[in-house]
């Protein structure tokens, strides 16, 4: 193999399923809680997510996140919070930060409050 194809092998996955999994969170969503997908969800996406996770993506452009994990709606990420929680989240049981994996990387407050947007249904 080439070292230019081992190279694309490794971005592709580096955004992929092949990421792991990390236990849920447990994160609780708080009496009160002021976070929805205008106030926080969006902007998180958009800062960490969709530049592989996005529906105008296709093919290579995604660098290996499945298909159907777009988070550019509040729709897209609700179908997959799970997954978000397991690899992006923080809360009591567990930091989950595999993702992103690489460029710009949340900080543990913004991971801390996604995992209780996330908790609260991602209003």
Avoid: K
């Avoid at 592989?52 to 995604?62: K, N, Y």
């Amino acid at each position: 193999m080439s070292r230019a194809a081992a190279v694309v092998l490794v971005a592709l996955a580096a955004c992929g399923e092949s990421a792991l999994f990390g236990p849920p969170t447990e994160a609780t969503c708080p009496p009160g809680s002021t976070s929805t997908w205008d106030s926080f969800g969006q902007a998180f996406m958009t800062r960490y997510c969709t530049r592989c996770h996005a529906r105008a993506l296709t093919g290579a452009d995604r660098h290996g996140a499945p298909s159907f994990h777009d988070f550019d709606t509040v729709f897209g990420v609700r179908a997959v919070r799970a997954h978000i929680d397991e690899t992006s989240a923080a809360g009591p049981a567990a930091v989950n930060t595999s993702m992103p994996p690489d460029g710009e990387r949340p900080s543990m407050a913004e991971r801390l409050q996604l995992g209780e947007w996330l908790a609260c249904q991602a209003p």
